[in-house]
Structure formats: structure tokens, C-alpha cells
């Protein structure tokens, strides 16, 4: 396996219907595709968005809890905005591959509850650029071959 690179994030994203949003599995690798369902209830205790891959897809339960994101760019560097983890795919369609994912702040509040409890993403902050090399994120991508 070759060098990995962080991706800094930058912050916790949201979507609309339409946006275009990318995941990474373990197994299979990286897809990108659009958002055509928000906060659709997948299970009755889990919120989930649906992700349209057209003919790629995931396969395999090794990508299930996969960073889901958006991709955003600083001058040349590529960073991304958190969206939530892979929750579950279906390759029922050869057209039209999905992927449901679990929005990240719809898994703390279930985690969190109704408790006082805060909670933040540790993102990048860009003036603080020339500590790029040891960004520590809360979730990393490795580099696309």
C-alpha cells in the first residue's frame, strides 16, 4: 500500500437534494454520486440520506462505516467537509447503485441524547497552514490512486 495522505476537514457539511457528495470504502474503494433522498427512515430508530452511484456501487460489508463527505478545495489543496459513515448500500438496480449514510450530527444527538453534553468536529483552521503536515483529523481519506 502506498503513502497515505490526510485530507484536512474542514468542517461538518450538509447537503441538499442534488448535491453531489463522495464516500470511501475499505474493500472498494472511492464513489461519488448524488444526494436524491434527505432524513429518510432506513430503520425506525436510524436517520439516513440516500446517495444515487449510478453504476458503481459498494459491495462488500468491509466499506459499511466508510466516511461519507464533500469535497471542497483551499488554494491547491484538497480538503472536506464531514457528512456521516456508511450505513448501508443497495446494488438492487445494474443502473443505480445506492448508499445510505448516516448524517454524523444525527448519530451524536442519538448517541448524546437529551444530555448537556457538546460536541464539535476537530477541524482544520487555515491560518494555522503551516502546520498542514501534522493536521490530526477525526477522519481520514486516504489519497485517491
Do not use: W
Not at 448517541?111 to 490530526?136: H, P, R, V
Amino acid at each position: 500500500m502506498g503513502e497515505k495522505e490526510l485530507v484536512p476537514i474542514t468542517g461538518l457539511g450538509s447537503v441538499t437534494i442534488g448535491s453531489r457528495v463522495c464516500a470511501y470504502g475499505t474493500v472498494s474503494g472511492y464513489n461519488c454520486g448524488k444526494v436524491v433522498e434527505i432524513n429518510s427512515n432506513l430503520e425506525s430508530r436510524r436517520v439516513t440520506n440516500k446517495v444515487d452511484l449510478e453504476s458503481n456501487g459498494f459491495y462488500v460489508e468491509g466499506d459499511l462505516g466508510g466516511p461519507v463527505y464533500v469535497e471542497s478545495g483551499i488554494g491547491d489543496r484538497t480538503t472536506a467537509q464531514a457528512l456521516g459513515f456508511i450505513t448501508r448500500f443497495d446494488n438492487n438496480d445494474p443502473n443505480h447503485k445506492f448508499l445510505y449514510y448516516t448524517p454524523l450530527d444525527k448519530a451524536l444527538k442519538g448517541i448524546l441524547g437529551s444530555s448537556n453534553c457538546n460536541y464539535a468536529l476537530m477541524t482544520y483552521n487555515e491560518t494555522n497552514a503551516q502546520e498542514y503536515n501534522n493536521l490530526l483529523a477525526q477522519m481520514e481519506i486516504p489519497v485517491k490512486k
